[in-house]
């Protein structure tokens, strides 16, 4: 006992000294890599630029904070789900190879890998109905809309159009905040933009920028030329409203030109005028009327300057121009009191107008200037086919008479395709209704076009077939500049090639 009392007595001994000359040292400065010190500092107390100076900048400012709060409200981002059927190379149970009563085959289509994918929408009616592109919700099982306060709500699919890419979604929701359509008509080069939207998963994403141009050509449908922007548009930006400064839709984002896949400043957007007619027809009759006139025309280059308007080349039997008797060579130059300065915007002044309405051309004739009136039909489910591939004189075909190769000089000429079948469509998982060719093979230098991408168009020339997408490339000027329409991904976007 006196023992343990000893070692104890030593052991508070030690314990004190040790302490005594921590102190000490901490005091002399031996220790200075354990000494707490304070460093001197002291933060700017002036902004270096008085608020005065930049009066203007601070109010735009304020009425720039003012349009995105006002806009936001309306603005949803879209998730969607498909089931992908996954064939199991085994269909027996692993685990029944030790069961003396294995259970029956699986079969092999009961397991699905569900495919997730994003994109954005705008409220366009009290009622809850929201505008976006046909491609964000082509052929899923399931639709989600996030709202601005975090909200999600299922949505179903009111009607759609693959031609226009526009898509009408309904939610019951009674408490949403439509925002109005402006008259795209009336945007100039120049105007102040935002495009808003979901991109990469970013919900309520807001870029700026300007109208870049306007009447840049879409699809072969002609139901709207697109607005180019160069307002940051990326994946999943798709289906939303680009708005003015009155926070109108102007413009619905669709489409981009990239090299990286990104914004590289290059996007296009259906105008609001278009999208407003669309939607008005989705909703009344489940699908798009488009009006037609019924002509072929050739563009004004033969001795009549462009701004004369729009040379007949052809009348289609029994269509509006039939009945209002028009003849090859006249040159309407008004579409009901509009004037016509090019193929393409007849075109869609036509798609537009609301079909069994009256009309007014005016036109010149010999040197006359004429004005007839004809009601506008609906345009017939094959007139785009039958449109591009004007009727001719059949001849019989000898072996010999295969389209013409394209010229290797050509960037096109190193490109392999492929017709797009039902199986194609499957296995790339591409937009049901999608006509163009499949790139299967680049042999040499294509610019950004990648095996897997489905081409539509060739400068603007629809392309439904191998045949005619070989004679649209022979036809091409090697030495110029070629765009493509092309489908990637379920993506739609457009590729520049440019000479070599």
Same mark, same amino acid.
């Given at each position: 006992m006196?023992?343990?009392?000893?070692?104890?007595?030593?052991?508070?001994?030690?314990?004190?000294?040790?302490?005594?000359?921590?102190?000490?040292r901490?005091?002399?400065?031996?220790?200075?890599?354990?000494a707490?010190?304070s460093?001197?500092?002291?933060?700017?107390?002036n902004?270096?630029?008085?608020p005065?100076?930049?009066?203007?900048?601070?109010?735009?400012?304020?009425?720039?904070?003012?349009?995105?709060?006002?806009?936001l409200?309306?603005?949803?981002?879209?998730?969607?789900?498909?089931k992908?059927?996954i064939?199991?190379?085994?269909?027996?149970?692993?685990?029944?190879?030790?069961n003396?009563?294995?259970?029956?085959?699986?079969?092999?289509?009961?397991?699905?890998?569900?495919?997730?994918?994003?994109?954005?929408?705008?409220?366009?009616t009290?009622e809850?109905?929201?505008?976006?592109?046909?491609?964000?919700?082509d052929?899923?099982?399931?639709?989600?809309?996030?709202?601005?306060?975090?909200r999600?709500?299922?949505?179903?699919?009111?009607?759609?159009?693959?031609?226009?890419?526009?898509?009408?979604?309904?939610?019951?929701?009674a408490?949403?905040?439509?925002?109005?359509?402006?008259?795209?008509d009336?945007v100039?080069?120049?105007?102040?933009?935002?495009?808003?939207?979901?991109?990469?998963g970013?919900?309520?994403?807001?870029?700026?920028?300007?109208?870049?141009?306007?009447?840049?050509?879409n699809?072969?449908?002609?139901?709207?030329?697109y607005?180019?922007?160069?307002?940051a548009?990326?994946?999943?930006?798709?289906g939303g409203?680009?708005?003015?400064?009155?926070?109108?839709i102007?413009?619905?984002?669709?489409?981009i030109?990239?090299?990286?896949?990104?914004?590289?400043?290059?996007?296009f957007?259906?105008?609001?005028n278009?999208?407003?007619?669309?939607?008005?027809?989705?909703?009344?009759?489940?699908?798009?009327?488009?009006?037609?006139?019924?002509?072929q025309?050739?563009p004004?280059?033969?001795?009549v300057?462009?701004?004369?308007?729009v040379?007949?080349?052809?009348?289609?039997?029994?269509?509006?121009?039939?009945?209002?008797?028009?003849k090859?060579?006249?040159?309407?130059?008004?579409?009901?009191?509009r004037?016509?300065?090019?193929?393409?915007?007849?075109?869609?002044?036509? =798609?537009?107008? *609301?079909v069994? $309405?009256? /009309?007014?051309?005016?036109?010149?004739?010999?040197g006359?200037? +004429?004005? #007839?009136?004809?009601?506008?039909?609906?345009?017939?489910?094959?007139?785009?086919?039958?449109?591009n591939?004007?009727?001719?004189?059949?001849?019989?075909?000898?072996?010999?008479d295969?389209?013409?190769?394209?010229?290797?000089?050509?960037?096109?000429?190193?490109?392999?395709?492929?017709?797009?079948?039902?199986?194609?469509?499957?296995?790339?998982?591409?937009?049901?209704?999608?006509?163009?060719?499949?790139v299967?093979?680049?042999?040499?230098?294509?610019?950004e076009l990648?095996?897997?991408?489905v081409?539509e168009?060739?400068?603007?020339?629809?392309?439904t =077939?191998?045949? *005619?997408?070989? $004679?649209? /490339?022979?036809?091409?000027?090697?030495n110029?500049?070629?765009? +493509?329409s #092309?489908?990637?991904?379920?993506?739609?976007?457009?590729?520049?090639?440019?000479?070599?």
């Amino acid at each position: 006992m006196k023992n343990l009392i000893k070692f104890l007595f030593f052991v508070l001994l030690v314990s004190a000294g040790i302490s005594a000359l921590y102190d000490y040292r901490l005091k002399t400065g031996g220790l200075k890599f354990l000494a707490v010190t304070s460093e001197k500092y002291s933060l700017a107390t002036n902004a270096s630029v008085d608020p005065k100076d930049v009066a203007g900048l601070e109010n735009l400012n304020r009425e720039r904070r003012a349009l995105v709060s006002s806009v936001l409200p309306s603005v949803v981002s879209i998730k969607t789900s498909k089931k992908v059927p996954i064939r199991r190379q085994y269909q027996l149970d692993p685990s029944d190879f030790f069961n003396r009563n294995p259970r029956p085959f699986r079969n092999p289509n009961e397991e699905a890998m569900v495919q997730n994918s994003l994109g954005s929408g705008v409220v366009v009616t009290a009622e809850g109905h929201i505008i976006t592109n046909n491609h964000v919700v082509d052929q899923v099982d399931e639709i989600e809309v996030q709202l601005s306060d975090g909200r999600t709500k299922k949505a179903r699919l009111v009607g759609s159009d693959a031609v226009v890419d526009l898509a009408v979604l309904k939610v019951d929701e009674a408490d949403l905040k439509p925002l109005k359509f402006g008259d795209s008509d009336m945007v100039q080069a120049g105007d102040f933009v935002l495009a808003i939207g979901n991109p990469f998963g970013f919900e309520e994403t807001v870029t700026d920028g300007i109208i870049s141009s306007k009447g840049r050509p879409n699809h072969v449908d002609g139901f709207g030329d697109y607005l180019q922007t160069n307002a940051a548009i990326n994946p999943g930006n798709s289906g939303g409203p680009l708005v003015n400064l009155r926070g109108e839709i102007i413009g619905i984002n669709t489409a981009i030109i990239s090299r990286s896949g990104g914004s590289q400043g290059i996007g296009f957007a259906i105008p609001s005028n278009s999208v407003k007619i669309a939607l008005e027809s989705l909703l009344k009759n489940g699908r798009i009327l488009r009006g037609y006139l019924g002509i072929q025309a050739r563009p004004t280059t033969q001795g009549v300057a462009e701004t004369d308007g729009v040379i007949v080349d052809e009348v289609i039997p029994n269509s509006p121009a039939a009945e209002a008797k028009l003849k090859r060579d006249d040159v309407i130059k008004k579409f009901n009191g509009r004037t016509v300065r090019n193929i393409t915007e007849l075109r869609s002044l036509v =798609s537009q107008v *609301e079909v069994n $309405k009256q /009309v007014e051309l005016e036109l010149t004739r010999s040197g006359n200037t +004429l004005k #007839v009136t004809t009601e506008i039909k609906e345009q017939p489910a094959d007139y785009l086919t039958s449109r591009n591939n004007p009727r001719q004189p059949q001849t019989p075909q000898q072996p010999d008479d295969q389209p013409d190769e394209p010229d290797e000089a050509n960037a096109l000429g190193s490109v392999d395709v492929a017709d797009v079948t039902p199986e194609v469509v499957k296995r790339l998982d591409l937009p049901n209704r999608i006509r163009g060719v499949l790139v299967t093979k680049i042999d040499g230098e294509a610019g950004e076009l990648r095996a897997g991408d489905v081409i539509e168009e060739v400068n603007q020339q629809p392309v439904t =077939s191998v045949s *005619e997408y070989k $004679k649209v /490339v022979a036809s091409l000027d090697p030495n110029g500049t070629q765009v +493509l329409s #092309v489908c990637r991904h379920r993506t739609r976007s457009f590729v520049v090639l440019r000479p070599r």
